[in-house]
């Protein structure tokens, strides 16, 4: 949706962005523990390294499915975990929910590529996928205006001692209520994207070495 802003409109609004201080992860009221050794998940991607631009693949210009994801030891007594990715850049006034997964069960330790998708009903592990901010239920592959600048794409994992009641299909909102006080532990994991402009390609994507325009 947001490809199809004129690239003059995209400069105009590259410095209108949500924030980083409106991530999930950064939020007050959440009673996150402190993040040391004790509370941060490792969490990366075999697909990107931390930081890097996101592979094609991940994005709307081109098969637009969710990246991989794994994680590292969790912390004793976790019940859950939960995922969310949001993109601070986004030109609105709160970060763009790209995807939500929560029930993963506390002896899951990835995602494979494609597993945040709509879903009728909750696995039969138990975990289940939310919707994004375009109230689909799934992933939203980044489509970040051209010439907005890079975006951040947030993946936030969080390890839950307990199980959260919450409703089918959950957005943001639901999330976050369910989650607050009840975190054990935090990972993150940034990919980025943009369009119109010069930037690394990654290593799967034709021309690698090149620049994107």
Not at 27 to 56: E, N
């Amino acid at each position: 949706m947001l490809e199809h802003i004129p690239a003059w409109l995209g400069s105009l609004m590259r410095n209108v962005r949500a924030g980083h201080s409106k991530l999930v992860i950064v939020d007050p009221h959440l009673d996150l523990p402190r993040l040391d050794d004790s509370a941060f998940i490792d969490l990366t991607s075999p697909a990107f390294a931390g930081g890097t631009r996101l592979p094609i693949r991940f994005t709307a210009d081109g098969d637009g499915v969710s990246p991989p994801l794994v994680w590292g030891p969790l912390p004793a007594g976790t019940a859950s975990l939960a995922l969310i990715v949001e993109d601070p850049d986004a030109p609105a006034p709160h970060p763009l929910v790209h995807g939500i997964v929560w029930g993963l069960p506390a002896d899951t330790h990835r995602l494979e590529e494609g597993a945040i998708a709509a879903n009728a009903e909750n696995a039969a592990d138990g975990r289940d996928v939310g919707r994004n901010s375009y109230f689909g239920e799934g992933w939203l592959a980044p489509d970040p205006p051209t010439g907005h600048g890079t975006h951040d794409y947030v993946f936030q994992l969080f390890a839950l001692a307990h199980r959260p009641v919450i409703g089918h299909n959950p957005g943001r909102g639901d999330l976050v209520k369910a989650i607050r006080g009840n975190i054990l532990a935090a990972g993150m994991l940034v990919g980025t994207y943009s369009r119109g402009e010069d930037a690394a390609l990654a290593k799967d994507e034709p021309g690698f070495g090149a620049a994107v325009v």
